[in-house]
T-cell receptor, first 111, second 113 residues
């Protein structure tokens, strides 16, 4: 059974810093990996989707990488802003019906 | 704009009562899912459906029931058999037949009073 771990559980940084969020998974036979953002009391907003054949995806200040062989993905946020404060969730899809989520990293960006 | 609508946003349930959470999508997605989120934990799958009139149990289906009579709708009923129903419930969908990402609704917070 796929297990997804996100480290750290919480992170606090000053505005302007570049930061990396980590996601690891135990089964490398994945379809894709998706990074989400969740604001308090809200649903999940998709940030980036990386297919199993891809190494990275970029959207604005966000860059996600995927290393299937080592079971790792990172989400890089450049020039962090207070508006980036949220919980970031990593989800790994193994087949058409099974998607496993990490517990998330709660990010606080201080002005 | 296409999306997933969950209602109500907040729901209160008395002991022994069944309640139904609504999930509607206009994305023409085939597959729909219900997840439960508890503080400090990842999302856990309750039920999923890949086509109309068919659905499958997820990891924590006990005390819940679903129906899929229309492609657009996938309501979740929390029955009195669910002993700890207080949680945040999220509905999701995706297009099958490819490696597509998931789209989520805004969630329903259920509280037992």
């Amino acid at each position: 059974k796929q297990e997804v771990t996100q480290i750290p559980a919480a992170l606090s940084v000053p505005e302007g810093e570049n930061l990396v969020l980590n996601c690891s998974f135990t089964d490398s036979a994945i379809y894709n990996l998706q990074w989400f953002r969740q604001d308090p009391g809200k649903g999940l907003t998709s940030l980036l989707l990386i297919q199993s054949s891809q190494r990275e995806q970029t959207s604005g200040r966000l860059n996600a990488s995927l290393d299937k062989s080592s079971g790792r993905s990172t989400l890089y946020i450049a020039a962090s802003q207070p508006g980036d404060s949220a919980t970031y969730l990593c989800a790994v899809r193994n087949d058409n019906n099974d998607m496993r989520f990490g517990a998330g990293t709660r990010l606080t960006v201080k002005p | 704009d296409g999306g997933i609508t969950q209602s109500p946003k907040y729901l209160f349930r008395k002991e022994g009562q069944n309640v139904t959470l609504s999930c509607e999508q206009n994305l023409n997605h085939d597959a729909m899912y219900w997840y439960r989120q508890d503080p400090g934990q990842g999302l856990r799958l309750i039920y999923y459906s890949q086509i109309v009139n068919d659905f499958q149990k997820g990891d924590i289906a006990e005390g819940y029931s679903v129906s899929r009579e229309k492609k657009e709708s996938f309501p979740l009923t929390v029955t009195s058999a669910q002993k700890n129903p207080t949680a945040f419930y999220l509905c999701a969908s995706h297009r099958t037949g490819g490696k597509n990402g998931y789209t989520f609704g805004s969630g329903t917070r259920l509280t037992v009073v």
